[in-house]
């Protein structure tokens, strides 16, 4: 017989009506937890069943049930640790620097529709002003999964994070650990990209500002493309990352323009996966 501090560790959260242990589950709660929280009076007092939404709850059942609530706790827990948690984790920093910008930083357990296979994902950085906030992102979008991350300011733009493997480019191992200059000409990078990042193919007199720099030894590329899209982009382990931001209006990024380039300016992806966590 289970002892009455088991069974409350395993019911704290439930409330006691007439001697029965019942809560208002959500409609996803697992049927054997049910059956756990229900059933045990009924194995107690002898009784030989009692209902819990059109369920029949025996004695044995109850017991049997009741033992397997730790194991689901831990298994949710796990998934949790292993990166696996949906939907949008916040990642951008409580406080603005002492230039007002913020920072986001990829979340360590945010998921992302990536393929089966990917390696372990850096944590990639950038600042943000303030007024932009995370939206949602759709396999709709013109990037599909490929798209990682989207910001949006309804006053001054948008902006996206596409990541993609490097197989796009060259033929590499998993656990290859790849520049971006290693897979193309700043020109060719930009072209490839260019039909999910601006929605069209890419003429040479599209791009209006383009430079190689690095930034902690890794290599980056960063363009300005017509009208007024300020990209950069960089390689490390089997991914390419590409930071596009999209001004509102070309009266917009007349007048923030000098903040967004910030922004551009401040992508970082750090080749040590380690470094932010």
Same mark, same amino acid.
């Given at each position: ?6 069974? %409350? +560790? ?26 756990a929280a229900a059933g045990y009076? *009924?194995?107690?007092s002898g009784t030989s069943n ?14 049997? %049930? ?10 949710? *827990?796990?998934? *949790? /640790? ?16 002492? #230039? ?27 600042? /943000? ?33 596409? /990541? ?6 060259? $033929? ?9 200059? #290693? ?22 007199? $599209? ?21 007024? +899209?300020?990209?950069? %982009? ?19 990024? %007349? ?16 080749? #040590?996966?380690k470094k932010l966590t």
């Open positions: 017989m289970l002892s009455n501090k088991v069974f %409350a +560790n395993a019911c704290d959260e439930f409330v006691r009506h007439g001697g029965d242990c019942k809560r208002a589950f959500p409609s996803n709660t697992p049927r054997n937890v049910r059956v009076d *009924a194995a107690q009692d209902s819990l939404d059109g369920f029949e709850v025996g004695r044995r059942q109850a017991l049997a %049930a009741l033992v397997t609530v730790p194991a689901i706790l831990q298994a949710n *827990a796990a998934l *949790a /640790v292993q990166g696996l948690t949906a939907g949008r984790i916040p990642g951008v920093s409580s406080t603005a620097d002492a #230039d007002g910008f913020y920072r986001y930083t990829r979340p360590e357990g945010k998921s992302g529709g990536h393929g089966v296979g990917w390696s372990e994902m850096p944590r990639y950085t950038f600042k /943000v002003r303030p007024g932009w906030e995370e939206t949602p992102v759709s396999i709709a979008d013109l990037g599909g999964t490929e798209i990682d991350l989207r910001f949006a300011c309804p006053e001054e733009g948008s902006l996206q994070v596409v /990541v993609a493997p490097v197989l796009r480019f060259a $033929d590499v191992g998993y656990n290859a650990d790849v520049r971006i200059t #290693d897979l193309n000409k700043p020109e060719n990078i930009i072209s490839g990209f260019a039909p999910e990042l601006f929605g069209r193919p890419l003429d040479d007199e $599209d791009v209006l500002e383009q430079r190689v720099l690095e930034k902690e030894g890794v290599p980056y590329y960063e363009w300005q493309v017509k009208p007024h +899209n300020l990209v950069s %982009a960089t390689a490390v382990g089997n991914r390419v990352f590409i930071l596009n931001i999209t001004p509102r209006s070309s009266r917009t990024f %007349a007048k923030t323009g000098e903040s967004l380039r910030r922004m551009q300016e401040s992508f970082y992806v750090p080749a #040590d996966y």
